[in-house]
């Protein structure tokens, strides 16, 4: 927004470029390039008044060859534009996803008969702003789906880890059993150069079954062991790792490759 109104200064020669984002409550005029004497900053247009709110109402670019004469507005905010001496203005509605979410203005302390110069220029910058609006927006919703993918991939692989975990302990064949934890093994993977803290093979168990999310007494369940016998190894798990909690012991396990 504001290499935009800079640009759109510089290239009309306005003497103020300004804009407001749309919120749920009106048009609020928050940003600026250019010298602002009087109110205008912080000012909160109601929908259909004055230049932004009829330009949100339409969503359609609008200028005005002097603001306080125009018969096309609502003259709802003279009094802060006479305070900036703001006469010719042009402004155009900033739309992501059929919705307006800001507008652009650009204006002079003069009036002016031609407009088309200052209206084809913030109807520019403000296309440019969709834009780039549209792509951010496009980035963070693959962003947060990736995210959501791999917490999803990340809990089956931690549930996977406790199954080979507790199957582990049920078998009666020491070469299974060693067979199965070390498959186990292969879906952690430790930090490079971590100094991971010696867990016992039921610590490693109940660690497993916590980073699933199961309570202390599914644990206790899970194991076939007593509730108090999960609630000791919790403890010596957290002071191990020097967690604070269950989630804090989870996340520190997770970055020494204790679990998945």
Known sequence: MTAALARLRAGT???LAFAGRVTGSGVLLDAFDGPVVGPLRGVLLGAGHGVGGRVVARQRALSLPDYVGSPAITHRYDQVI???SLRAMAAAPVIVARRCVAVLYVALRTS???MGR???AVSHEARGLEQDLAVTDVLRRLRDRHTAEDSVRRSRVAEAYADLRALAGEVGDPRLRAR????AGLLAHPAPGAAAPHLTGREADVLALLSTGLSN???AERLGIGLYTVKDHVK???AKLGAEGRLDAVARARRLGLTP
């Open 82 to 84: 006479r305070a900036e």
């Open 118 to 120: 200052l209206l084809d």
């Open 112 to 114: 002016q008969r031609e």
């Open 217 to 219: 007494q599914g644990i």
């Open 13 to 15: 020669g306005a003497s």
């Open 236 to 238: 010596n798990i957290l």
């Open 180 to 183: 199965l934890l070390e498959t």
